[in-house]
T-cell receptor
Framework: GDSVTQMEGPVTLSEEAFLTINCTYT??????LFWYVQYPGEGLQLLLK?????DKGSNKGFEATYRKETTSFHLEKGSVQVSDSAVYFC??????????FGTGTSLTVIP | GAVVSQHPSWVICKSGTSVKIECRSL??????MFWYRQFPKQSLMLMAT?????????EQGVEKDKFLINHASLTLSTLTVTSAHPEDSSFYIC???????????FGSGTRLTVV
């Protein structure tokens, strides 16, 4: 069945460091891929998405490229800020309303 | 933007008691709501899907008599964990379909601890 494997955390970085959170997926069809972010005390918010191979999703300085050949959707940001501290979830949706999530990666950015 | 309010954010209860978690869409009507749970170091897993005015559809392995879902209106869905046991301790989060661009909006989650 469909599944998402996400880099385990927690991840601690200094401000302005480069961030990569790895995400790979298994799917029988052609899923859409997502990154969600959960800030402390808040709900999951859609950060970015890509709906087909080679698409790049981007938002707030974060980027992820849908790589079908490597079944990956790694999240990157060139220079993290303290305000980026949150839990990040990779997810896929193959059709309809079914979402499959990764385990979440906690990111802490220190000044 | 679309907001989903989920309460309580955390709860501790004794074994054998029931706990109700509410999920309310504040500024839109949610045609469908989803309930997920996450055990430590595991993924968020879909438990059930509910449509307003009809019975919820449960995923395989989720006991419908234990996890009662009520979606009585387009703005409110509730999940009741009946006769809770320590193994039900988990993070529960709801998601509502609707609102701006007909997207998915998540609640902030509920951390349930059964002692």
């Amino acid at each position: 069945g469909d599944s998402v494997t996400q880099m385990e955390g927690p991840v601690t970085l200094s401000e302005e460091a480069f961030l990569t959170i790895n995400c790979t997926y298994t799917a029988t069809g052609y899923p859409s891929l997502f990154w969600y972010v959960q800030y402390p005390g808040e709900g999951l918010q859609l950060l970015l998405k890509a709906t087909k191979a080679d698409d790049k999703g981007s938002n707030k300085g974060f980027e992820a490229t849908y790589r079908k050949e490597t079944t990956s959707f790694h999240l990157e940001k060139g220079s993290v800020q303290v305000s980026d501290s949150a839990v990040y979830f990779c997810a896929l949706s193959d059709s309809g309303n079914q979402f499959y999530f990764g385990t979440g990666t906690s990111l802490t950015v220190i000044p | 933007g679309a907001v989903v309010s989920q309460h309580p954010s955390w709860v501790i209860c004794k074994s054998g008691t029931s706990v109700k978690i509410e999920c309310r869409s504040l500024d839109f009507q949610a045609t469908t709501m989803f309930w997920y749970r996450q055990f430590p170091k595991q993924s968020l897993m879909l438990m059930a899907t509910s449509n307003e005015g009809s019975k919820a559809t449960y995923e395989q392995g989720v006991e419908k008599d234990k996890f009662l879902i009520n979606h009585a209106s387009l703005t409110l869905s509730t999940l009741t964990v009946t006769s809770a046991h320590p193994e039900d301790s988990s993070f529960y989060i709801c998601s509502a379909l609707g609102g701006a661009k007909n997207g998915y909006t998540f609640g902030s989650g509920t951390r349930l601890t059964v002692v």
